[in-house]
Structures are given as C-alpha cells and as structure tokens.
C-alpha cells in the first residue's frame, strides 16, 4: 500500500509542472517540499523518478503502482535503465526493463542495483562487452581522478595510512 500511495505522489509530480507555474515556483518538486516541510533534495528526486516512471520506464511505473515493487526498487530500476546507452536498438531497454522488474520481485535493492549494472549481459550480450570495452577507460579516468593517498602521524613512532585507489592498484596493494 506504500508503495502503491508513493507511486500515485510521483505520478501527481510528475505532471505538476501547471502548479510551479501557478505559483511561481521552480518547479513541482520546490512547491511540494514547502507545502510538506520536506527536504528538496527528496522532493526533487522524487519529481525526477515520477516524471521518468511515466515518461520512459513504464514497466516500472505499472509495477511501483501495483504494489509488485516498493519506492526503493523503483528508484534504482530507473538508475539502472537510465544508464543503458542511447545507442541501443529501442526492444532491448524494453527488455532489459521487463527482466529488472521480474528480478525485483524477489531480490533487495541493493542486490537489484548489482543486477541493474549487468544488465546489458543478459538481454545482449554481443552488445555488453563493447559497450564495457568502451565504458572501461572512463572508469578508470575516473578512478585515477579519485585517488588519494593520507598519512597522518601518532605520535608514537607510527603513522596511519588513508587511502581511496582504483581497484588494480588496490588488489596489487592486497598481494604486496
């Protein structure tokens, strides 16, 4: 039933935009936010998922509103396909989409968003290692960018060693 309530919210954002308008607001999501007293942040995201629900991931939507998933696994749902390529022929994120949400169904979010990223495997795998090759030098930019190395002395003859590395690094580190 939360889910089911959660779900109509997002769907009532997601074509509020008549309402920021009215009231000279920004959007939806800022007019929800006062009128609730809840954070932007929350609001905005939701605004985000309600107009993507019913935008692009109608799957999601229909399976949020009838109570099939909860507000959480349809979040990440909508994280996961939106991460699809652009380039994809238009049947595959349909498919991508029905197999994420038959997942859901017995699988948490956090496990749902391991799925989600290896999604392009299942439903087109051809497709899934080039898009990794080429999706693989940006992850390691990426990684490279946020390595960072801290060294904070004691005091007492020894020091503390912080460091965030990309995982090759990390595993080299391990065996070292």
Known sequence: LSARVTALRADVLAVSSDLAAETGSRSAATVLALETRTSHREAAAAERTGLALRNRWTGVGEALSNGRITWEQATVLVQCLDTLPDSLDPELPAKAEAHLVAEAGHVEPSALRRLGRHVLEVVAADIADAEQARALPAEERR????????????GDGSTD?????PDVVASRLRVY
């Open 161 to 165: 060693l912080h460091a965030r590395l």
């Open 143 to 154: 990684a490279r960018a946020a390595t960072r190395v801290w060294f904070r002395p004691r």
